[in-house]
């Protein structure tokens, strides 16, 4: 009878617990003028040798998408970025891999 009990009182709590986890739908935002819609996919890194430093290090911790969608920033602007990422983080960018890598986010995604 005690294993019954047993059986009886974690089948309830199982049940309980499962119950418990469904999420919530998410509710409209009332001050949003439309709802976002987030893009299929992820815009392609391009190929070849220009994007390789963008390959070797950003995309280590970084998503294509989300240096695509970075600010547009200078020459002096992506060059400090690269040495946060370097001094701050722990980015593994050798001192003469960051011209390569600036170059490519100035001409890419810079002001310049």
Same mark, same amino acid.
């Given at each position: 009878?005690?294993?019954?009990?047993?059986?009886?009182?974690?089948?309830?709590?199982?049940?309980?617990?499962?119950?418990?986890?469904?999420?919530?739908?998410?509710?409209?935002?009332?001050?949003?003028?439309?709802?976002?819609?987030?893009?299929?996919?992820?815009?392609?890194?391009?190929?070849?040798?220009?994007?390789?430093?963008?390959?070797?290090?950003?995309?280590?911790?970084?998503?294509?998408?989300?240096?695509?969608?970075?600010?547009?920033?200078?020459?002096?602007?992506?060059?400090?970025?690269?040495? +946060?990422?370097?001094?701050?983080?722990?980015?593994?960018?050798?001192?003469?891999?960051?011209?390569?890598?600036?170059?490519?986010?100035? +001409?890419?995604?810079?002001?310049?």
């Amino acid at each position: 009878m005690e294993i019954l009990g047993a059986v009886l009182a974690l089948t309830g709590v199982g049940v309980l617990a499962a119950t418990a986890i469904v999420p919530e739908a998410p509710k409209a935002n009332p001050h949003a003028a439309d709802p976002w819609v987030l893009p299929v996919g992820e815009p392609a890194l391009p190929e070849g040798e220009p994007a390789a430093p963008i390959r070797r290090h950003c995309a280590l911790c970084h998503s294509y998408d989300y240096i695509a969608t970075q600010p547009r920033l200078s020459r002096t602007g992506w060059a400090a970025s690269v040495e +946060k990422m370097r001094a701050k983080y722990g980015a593994p960018i050798s001192t003469n891999e960051v011209p390569a890598l600036v170059n490519y986010l100035v +001409k890419n995604h810079g002001k310049e």
